[in-house]
């Protein structure tokens, strides 16, 4: 590596750490992005701003650039400027020559020992800055030093804090005193240990130097000390500054670094809309708005994307649970004897992003309890995004899985959904997407006070087919459970009276029916209003054959149906009229 890299990486350490508002002070806040200025040239408008000191330095060292962090003169670099046989001398020189550059005429300089970079090509000197020989609370400055034959400062940055216009006021106020005077309060008292006191002057955090001292007023000589409290009490630590003159709280620094946990919680769940079975195995998917929690501290509910943040202070890794009978909108409970809810834990890095994954091995037991909870969610987020202004399904509905009570079924009750584990041989576990969407619904026509019988069956199933686009219901399950609405089945129709789950196809298949045919007629339309200039695809093309045309319908899974599951068994004149129309008009366009 040649020095010039040595000399650049020396110099990205150092901007860097500067950068920080608080660099070399511990628990120094954070704030907001400032505004950094560079490349202030010799001569430019903004020289002309600058202080004093730093005009001086930038005609004297041809070459040198000054840079400003929110109009305070934070670092110069690009050319040498002082240079000496000896490093410390070409560091003592600059401060001996420069050191009002920063806008702080004769500033005190508490010089601290030299840290080697890339074995020993440059230094970089540590100072802080004192007033009436005390420490500048915030106060730092480096300087960099390329070593060899000549050593040359080539890197120099501060952050001074204006002095006083007058000396401190006498001190009346004893170590003892200050601790006393916060130790005291009801706000602080519960702080169990506290630090020695010492002598600092605080003039305000670094944000208010830029515009002198108006921003906090005069420099104040105060106490500082810290006072904390440990676990199991709990955790706390603060650093108080008090006026050793009057006695005042001048400025309390909260030193606990307050990182939330993040991460996504997750489940094994069964994909599609097939049952629970070894052809089709569980997979991660998220659990929105399921309560997630530090054990012993803070806890929230996760997005739509499983995604949670929970507040949280402190950096020390914590552990993180859920439990699928927590969630917002559905609490899922395990209904056999003895077994617990559906849960885990993790152990997450505050700050740093980590899964906190639900029924990791999965089993059918815990996969069903995934199960009622992803879909129950994916019911009421359908209703949200079409009709937001409905409140009926904001609170959390009880379900049941691998319930005892029932067998080789699904339930609403009244109150809550219930569904029974699979019979070997026969029928896998109930729980899984058609099923669950399809006693959701009687929970929705039960909130909206309608009737149930028929009208619930088949508002069940079609709630089911449309949220999941899928005509077939009970796909995987055996024939006695399942429902076909797709084309060619035979058709029910209204008045009807039966069996509830078979008169309720007339309003599934009513439903069905008006989804796919106006799938179809979209799917005309989109071809008709095609640009001109987009190819067309002839009726004998395969659509690979035109993948560049400008406009792509997906045309449905169905193709154009008669209306089989309608209260109206043929349609009327006008619709067979405006049918053949369209027919031909499709016709004209192919040819």
Known sequence: ???????????????????????????????????IRTQIELGSAEF??????????LATCPGVRAATIDSRIAAFYGADMTVDLNPDVAHERFWTEHAGAFGVEGVEIAPQPAVELSHGVARVYASAQRIEGLPVEYSSA????????????????????????????????????AVALVRDTKEYGYLSDWTKPELVVFAGEPEQWATGPGAFGEPVRTWKFRGEQFPPAGFAAFTFFVDAA???????????????????????????????????????????????????GNSNFSDANGSFDIPHGGTADVTVAANVSDGRWVNVNNGITGQPDLSASATLTPGTSGTLRLNATPTEVGTAQANLF???????KFFQDFVPTWNGL????????????????????????????????????????FFIAHETGHWVVHQLALAQWSFGEGFGDALATLLYDDPFYG???????????????????????????ECGKVLAGLWWDIYSRAATEIWRMARRIAPPSAPRQSRTASPATHSHTAIRARRPRLAP??????????????????????????????T
């Open 1 to 35: 590596m040649s020095l010039r890299q040595y000399l650049r990486r020396g110099i990205l350490i150092v901007v860097v750490a500067l950068a920080e508002p608080g660099f070399g002070q511990h628990g120094a806040p954070s704030r907001a992005a400032p505004l």
């Open 142 to 177: 480096r300087v960099l030093v390329e070593v060899g034959q000549f050593s040359r400062v080539k890197f120099a940055a501060a952050r001074f804090a204006p002095l006083p216009f007058q000396p401190f006021a006498p001190l009346e106020v004893n170590a003892e005193e």
């Open 374 to 380: 992803v879909h129950v969610n994916k019911v009421r």
């Open 246 to 296: 009057s006695g005042a709280v001048v400025h309390i620094r909260d030193e606990v670094v307050t990182t939330n946990v993040i991460g996504t919680v997750v489940a094994k769940a069964t994909p599609g809309t097939l049952p629970d079975t070894t052809g089709n195995p569980p997979v991660d998917a998220p659990l929105p708005d399921l309560r997630v929690f530090v054990v012993g």
């Open 561 to 590: 149906m008669e209306w089989r599951h309608s209260i109206v068994r043929r349609p009327g004149r006008a619709l067979r009229t405006a049918r053949r129309a369209s027919i031909r008009s499709e016709s004209r366009s192919a």
């Open 48 to 57: 002309w701003e600058l202080p004093p000191g730093a005009q001086v330095l």
């Open 394 to 433: 904001d609170y959390p509905l009880q379900a049941w899985a691998n319930s005892e009570v029932i067998s080789d079924d699904a339930r609403f009750t009244g109150s809550s959904i219930i569904f029974s584990e699979g019979s070997p041989g026969y029928a896998p576990n109930f729980a899984y997407s």
């Open 475 to 501: 796909r995987g399950m055996p024939t006695s459970y399942q429902r076909d609405y797709s084309p060619g089945q035979p058709e029910k129709t209204y008045p009807c009276s039966g069996e509830p789950h």
